[in-house]
Structures are given as C-alpha cells and as structure tokens.
C-alpha cells in the first residue's frame, strides 16, 4: 500500500493559535506565525511523493484553503477529542483508504520532506515509526495499522508523552523504528532559534 500524510493543524485565529507565543508576539502575530508554520507543514508533505491530508481544527482560514487548493490538498475538519483521538482518526482514515499513516504537527518547522519520507520507507518494515521532540514529545508518528492502545489516556502536552508511548509499544510487541530528535516551536525563545536556523521566515508572519 502507499503512504498517507495527515497534518494536523490549528486554524490561525487571534487569541486561539499559537497562544503560548502572545506574549512575545502579539495574538495577531501569533495567528499569523500559525498561519505560516501550517504553510510550510503543508509544503513540507507535499513534497514528498505521498497523498497529503489538512486535519484542521477550527474554520479554515482563506488563505489556507487557496493554499491547499494549490497544492491539491483535502482539507477535512478535525473530529472531537484530545490528540490522540485526532491522530488515531487520521490513521485510520489511512487504513481505509488501503495507505499506512503518518501524522505531522505544524509546530516543527525543523523537520525536513526527507524525514516524512525516510518514515515512509521505514513503515515498509516497521510497525510504528516516530520522530521524537526535544521536549519529551514526538513530532511524527506514523504506523502501518492504527493501534488504538497507543493513544489512550495519554497525558499530552507533558514531558511523558514519549517514554509512556514507546512503553506501550513494547508492550504490543510491535516493531518500532525512531528518527532524528527535534525541537518544536512552542515558546517565545524557541522563535529566536527558528529564525538563526533558517527554518521560519520572519517578514512571512511578523
């Protein structure tokens, strides 16, 4: 089967994305740094040689939805539920669309289309494939089945979420393949070293 990428993103709307980032930004410009970051998340799936997905949460903004149709890219509205249900719904989406899944986020700018691919490749031979965040978090996950249990009562948003899901793969007995750590972009220092890396552009939000 081929490979379906799902990227999970906010709708870029003031006050409601990207809030951790206000006080160093401004609710616009942290809206529009939303905006920017799912931009290239987009592009970023779009460039490999997979079917891409928008999973967004919230209504789509304009220039989103031009962005999409560009790229000719289904947007579909995030279902209810926390993270993991929201995942777990993009993969299976993927399964019944004959296609192992991988789900991205918009707040790593760091990862590359080489990484999406290098997980797709990895999922020829693995059962689950993860790209591990400097916070303890993972900023891919991709599995050639959904596995519910790899989900449930999980407490994102902490520094946890990475070790219980890789205990809970073991458990399984699935086999399980990791990538490159990198950081997300989520605080107001972390805006600082995006921009010295390359990886944002700030006349793109700012």
Known sequence: PGTQ??????????GAAKTRLISAVGAAGAAALQAHL????????????????????????????????????????????DLGERMLAALCHA??????????GTDCPAQSEADIEHAGALLAEYDVVLQPAHDGGYVMIGMALPHPEVFAEMPWGTDAV????????RALGLRHAELRALPDLDRPEDIAVALEHGWIERGAWA
């Open 5 to 14: 990428v799902a990227v999970l993103a906010r709708a870029a709307i003031p």
């Open 38 to 81: 799912t931009e290239l998340a987009l592009r970023r799936a779009c460039a490999t040689q997979h079917r891409v997905l928008l999973w967004l949460a919230g209504a789509p903004d304009p220039a989103v939805t031009r962005l999409a149709h560009e790229l000719g890219v289904e947007i579909r509205p995030q279902p209810d539920g």
């Open 95 to 104: 399964q019944a669309c004959d296609r192992r899944g991988i789900v991205i």
């Open 162 to 169: 990475l070790a219980k899901t890789r205990e809970r793969i």
